[in-house]
């Protein structure tokens, strides 16, 4: 689907140069003098390589088609993560490269959407919040109310975050899965 240059947002993926592209940051720049244009820096998802291109307002890009598919997750082992889809109870596994950090948030049954591109795997979005314990943090500091004072906690699946001054060790609590940052206690 062609796709005008001002509407490329971070997260999309692009056909461009025979290749997919992964959008990590974009810009729109309108200079004195001359046109306006988008500063794009994209991530090939297949050779791992970054780029930075310029569009006009008045170019078109090729904006790629994903599929998108519900999927429970099972288990893993040591270079996948398996997942089973609902309905059918076809299960896939994919590389622990794709999922990447996000993996060790995944718990038994999370319904997660796995995006395929030309029937191969591209990435795995996870729900937007998920609830993870303590396993361990520091004791809070008295006197740090100058700044917003947050201590760092070691969570139960070894991830390391930023937390409040009162969450404690055990403590449940909801973190967001694009910014692994602390949401709110249970």
């Given at each position: 689907?062609?796709?005008?240059?001002?509407?490329?947002?971070?997260?999309?993926?692009?056909?461009?140069?025979?290749?997919?592209?992964?959008?990590?940051?974009?810009?729109h720049v309108k200079p004195g003098k001359g046109g306006a244009f988008a500063q794009v820096e994209m991530k090939s998802v297949n050779k791992n390589t970054k780029l930075n291109e310029r569009f006009r307002s008045s170019e078109t890009v090729e904006k790629a088609s994903l599929e998108e598919q519900n999927y429970n997750y099972l288990y893993e082992d040591e270079h996948n993560y398996f997942f089973m889809e609902p309905k059918t109870f076809e299960q896939i596994e994919i590389k622990k490269d794709i999922v990447g950090k996000k993996?060790?948030?995944?718990?038994?049954?999370?319904?997660?959407?796995?995006?395929?591109?030309?029937?191969?795997?591209?990435s795995v979005d996870l729900p937007n919040q998920v609830v993870t314990k303590i396993k361990s943090t520091d004791a809070a500091l008295k006197g740090q109310t100058i700044s917003s004072s947050y201590k760092p906690a070691i969570l139960d699946n070894g991830l390391n975050i930023q937390v409040p001054p009162f969450i404690e060790s055990g403590d449940e609590i909801i973190i967001d899965t694009r910014n692994l940052e602390y949401v709110k206690k249970i």
């Open positions: 689907m062609k796709i005008n240059a001002g509407e490329i947002r971070v997260g999309m993926l692009l056909e461009y140069k025979n290749d997919l592209w992964q959008v990590l940051k974009t810009q993996g060790k948030l995944l718990t038994e049954n999370l319904l997660v959407i796995v995006n395929f591109y030309n029937d191969s795997v591209i």
